[in-house]
Nanobody
């Protein structure tokens, strides 16, 4: 089982990027998948989650700017990021968990797998 992120890069503030996460070998019919990010010196920050029944949730810091989606046929998770800000600069990781429900705070219930990450840099 493997998660592999791609799509990161450098953009100016106000720009857009679309991150992808390719999932291979996932053995379950259900899932909860998330994007998290971490910048140097800071703790890992939850960004967004989506579960296999269609519900999604977002951190307040990205709500209205980012959109999480999943293509089940392609086994890919996406994060469309618009109106990027310098504070969005971080390494972005996708995570997967078997339990297909969201907690009351919008997070998945755990993390079974995490990818290697893709760097996003937003300049002012």
């Amino acid at each position: 089982v493997q998660l592999m992120e791609s799509g990161g890069g450098s953009v100016q503030a106000g720009g857009s990027l679309r991150l992808s996460c390719a999932a291979s070998g996932w053995p379950y019919n259900t899932y909860c998948m998330s994007w998290v990010r971490q910048s140097p010196g800071n703790e890992r920050e939850w960004v967004a989650s989506i579960e296999s029944y269609g519900s999604s949730s977002y951190a307040d810091s990205v709500k209205g700017r980012f959109a999480i989606s999943i293509d089940n046929a392609e086994n890919k998770l996406y994060l469309q990021m618009n109106s990027l800000k310098p504070e969005d600069t971080a390494m972005y990781y996708c995570e997967a968990e078997r339990t297909a429900t969201l907690r009351s705070d919008g997070h998945c219930w755990g993390t079974s797998l995490r990818g290697q990450g893709t760097q996003v840099t937003v300049s002012s």
